[in-house]
């Protein structure tokens, strides 16, 4: 009955909340043979409070908070810092605080060892929802032993906001398949981590293992155990990995990613307390609408809206948006991205005022100028340098012109355009795009990567016109329903990394030659629209910069480019680009 003293090693349910440091200890022990001390480290200049929350399996739970000094250590262990919990089987552990970059871990004794106390390891997993080295979608535990004494248990945590399936495939050495198991991991809860010894999950093993835990729909961390005969373990987290489940046909999918943004001549939007309170609601609204999709988004802001919030936000009824001023909301509550976006002020400038509505900024270039008339590009455009209109100098940044002081790295492009968007890059896919003339080009030593948009415009929620008077050729998400449909029918390979994006607009009527268009109403009804090609996993809603990270993690950071001529819009498009530069 060994494996049942590795159970009372390994089981917590919270709802996730974006903090500026939230980190997971996937499983820490108190009981009478497993001991837990916890660690956190406060690397920074100002004191830290910080909130731990200890959580079972069975759904009983603790927290606490405590205060570290600058550059200090919380040691203790978890009968002393979580008394309440008292002994049974092992809990998750979250940190919690406003402050940014603390770190922590674990070490788990067992008591029982020869040894008196047999240490292991284990460092906490940053819960972002973002993919990283250590959550995504399946999680490879890459040895698990089941022979010559050996037992080993992985612990698998969903963190994601909804239940989950996980499936489990165990592979022998040679990559083949020993094992799919559909049913341990059924119906996971939040945070409410599944734990289990090899020996269960593949009864009478002939060889050590390699678990894949995989779930299409949900975002995974964990980490694995090693006991010797002994029981003395050894620990180490759970890595991200790439997976096609070798049981299931590939699907093409698109990564569509929604964005807004507003402007620097909106004083008369937000430029008074009245008129800002009215733009907020209407926001709330669309940040919601968004959500209840289960879509996200990239808000994109230039300074005046930044300036009218810090004027404001303080005087305002915040009930809607949890007791926080709306951009905390968006980061920390509903996981969007907030971009700094200019035209004549500047990004470190932006995202400078962004940091005093305590939030991050995100390092995604929310728009910048990419193109113009007169040149050889397709007869009469010429591709400018990008990098030099986003004011980017010879070190990467970009340094502020009102707040000198600030300096702020941009590392993805979104929205390449055109002034006016008569002819913006409207390509799809993801790649590093080289200065002027080689932006479609991929170079591997730059430093910022370009998530390609598709055609992201739609008559549906932005009018039938841009302001600059330019036709929107697509409506109802009729671009991305055209990329998909060209996956469906074997136009396009599977294993492509399609992009696409969708355009909405910041404020609540758009009005255009008699016509008025409510936008959150019509944003509404694309995403109505598109909800048959999200449930069936042809689309899924990822911000610019999670799109980066799968790109990297999932697809090896391959480029990937797809040219906008072989879309039914693209002549519309390109003849009318051609009438204004020809004016």
């Known amino acids: ?229 002994d029981l003395e373990p050894a620990l180490a987290n759970a890595r991200s990995v790439g997976f096609i489940p070798p049981d299931e046909p590939q699907q093409g999918k698109v990564y569509v990613t929604l964005f807004s943004h507003n402007e620097d001549s909106w004083t008369n ?58 951009v905390r909301y968006m980061v920390e509550d509903l996981a969007f991205s907030v971009d700094p976006h200019v035209h004549v002020s500047n990004f470190a400038d932006v995202a400078a005022l962004i940091e005093q509505l305590e939030v991050l900024p995100s390092n995604v270039l929310g728009g910048v100028r990419h193109v113009d008339c007169g040149g050889d590009y397709l007869g009469f455009l010429d591709l400018i340098d990008w990098r030099v209109e986003a004011g980017i100098n010879a070190t990467g940044t970009i340094v502020g012109r009102e707040n000198p002081n600030a300096v702020w790295r941009p590392g993805i492009l979104s929205v390449p355009a055109m002034g006016g968007h008569w002819f913006d890059d409207f390509s799809v896919g993801v790649w590093q795009p080289g200065a002027g003339a080689d932006f479609a080009e991929h170079d591997p030593n730059s430093d910022i990567v370009y998530v390609g948009q598709g055609y992201p415009h739609d008559s549906t929620n932005l009018g039938p016109n841009q302001a600059s008077g330019a036709r929107i050729y697509a409506e109802n998400g009729a671009f991305i329903k055209e990329l998909v449909g060209k996956l469906q029918d074997g136009s396009l390979a599977a294993d492509g990394f399609y992009t696409a994006s969708l355009h909405i607009r910041d404020n609540r009527i758009v009005r255009d030659g008699g016509v008025e268009i409510d936008v959150n109403a019509g944003l509404n009804q694309v995403l109505t629209e598109l909800a048959p090609l999200a449930a069936a996993g042809w689309i899924e809603y990822r911000t610019y910069g999670e799109v980066v990270a799968l790109w990297r993690q999932e697809y090896g950071a391959k480029p990937f480019r797809l040219g906008f001529e072989s879309f039914s819009m693209y002549q519309d498009v390109r003849d009318q680009a051609a009438d204004f530069c020809a004016r």
């Open 269 to 326: 939007v937000v430029g008074t307390r009245q008129a800002y309170t009215a733009y907020r609601e209407n926001l709330l609204q669309r940040l919601q609408l968004i959500q209840s999709y289960g879509a996200t988004l990239n808000w994109q802001s230039d300074h005046v809206v930044l300036e009218a919030m810090l004027a404001y936000e303080a005087g305002v009824d915040q009930s809607g948006s949890n007791g926080k001023n709306i």
């Open 1 to 229: 009955m060994r494996w049942f003293w590795c159970l009372w090693l390994l089981g917590g349910g919270v709802l996730w909340a974006q903090q500026q440091s939230d980190l997971l200890l996937p499983w820490v022990s108190r009981n009478a043979q497993f001991e837990s001390l916890v660690f956190v480290n406060n690397p920074t200049d100002i004191p830290a409070e910080l909130t731990l929350t200890g959580l079972r399996a069975t759904g009983d739970g603790a927290s606490t908070t405590v205060t570290i000094n600058p550059r200090g250590s919380l040691k203790g262990f978890v009968r002393d810092l979580l008394p309440s919990m008292g002994e049974g089987s092992g809990m998750t552990i979250r940190v919690t605080s406003s402050t940014r970059d603390l770190t922590a871990g674990w070490v788990t004794n067992n008591l029982d060892a020869p040894s008196g106390r047999s240490p292991s390891q284990g460092l906490a997993v940053p819960v972002n929802l973002s993919p990283s080295d250590e959550i995504g979608q399946a999680l490879m535990f890459g040895h698990l032993p089941a022979t010559e004494g050996f037992t080993s248990a992985p612990v698998i945590v969903n963190i994601s906001e909804r239940p989950a399936d996980v499936t489990l495939y165990f592979f022998n050495n040679n990559g083949d398949v020993l094992h799919v198991d559909r049913s341990s991991a059924v119906a996971l809860e939040p945070f409410r981590p599944f734990a289990a010894v090899v020996s269960q999950l593949l009864p009478g093993a002939p060889e050590d293992v390699v678990l894949i835990a995989y779930s299409p729909n949900a975002t995974l961390a964990g980490c694995g155990f090693v006991f010797n005969s």
